[in-house]
């Protein structure tokens, strides 16, 4: 039986070839692939990630070919990112404490985010969650989807994360411990040297951030705690991560890499790589 995964998608930008550089690795070994946003709205690809003449400022070049640019621009143009499934549907919110009757509330959350985990983890063989600037707004904090991530990693289902979307790792927490999912683990991510100065955009939002709103590779350095570790691999091409069930990615060209990665720990095994 073909492996099944689920692939989570910023519904504020993702970046073109950090989507399509493991999904045509899935193409090509027949797995089947869902999507999922936050509420159910249609990702599109940041238009930076489609351009080939775009120059990354911390790289000083383009960081997409233009052979990239068209795969990219055929995936985001596609049918196949239409009517995704929708995190908030999916997953109930925690009731805030203020909640006039919390503790009813609380435990008829607990019941049916139970029944949601074991109907979404029991459906898919792996999650992959996807970079770009995007998910900084809407995938790094989203309680629904750290619930996600919980279950699946105590599933012992391996999880992909790429760029920015390694956030969401970072911040995936049991309230009892409040300790990052992450702890004792070794990641890659956007390491500092690589953000950028101005610039940050999002979709659908006309504003210039700036520089990212929290330096990434401190947020891991923190997460990992004393016996993980961050590994940037500045002046590297590559960087890529297994630390099951984790695949990190650390940017664009990881793509790829991280997709052929989470295939070998799909069909044999494989615990660990890059550390």
Partial sequence: M???ILIVLSEYGYWGEELVGPLEQ???RGYRTTFLTPTGKRARALPPSLDAEYVDPPLGRSVTTADMARRAREVDESARLDDPLSLADLIPERPYYSALNHLRELEDYHRRLDEALDGLVGSFDALVIVGGSGPIVDLANNERLHQVILA???ADKPILAECYGVAALAFARD?????SLLWGKHVTGHPK???YKDGTGFLGVDFN???PPYPLEYILRDATGPEGGFHGNVGKEISVIVDHPFVTARSTPDSGPSGEL???VLENGLRRHGW
């Fill in 2 to 4: 073909s492996k099944r």
């Fill in 26 to 28: 899935f193409d090509a």
């Fill in 152 to 154: 699946f990693a105590a």
């Fill in 175 to 179: 309230l009892e411990t409040r300790t």
């Fill in 193 to 195: 040297e690589y953000d």
């Fill in 209 to 211: 951030m700036g520089p």
């Fill in 262 to 264: 989470l295939v070998e």
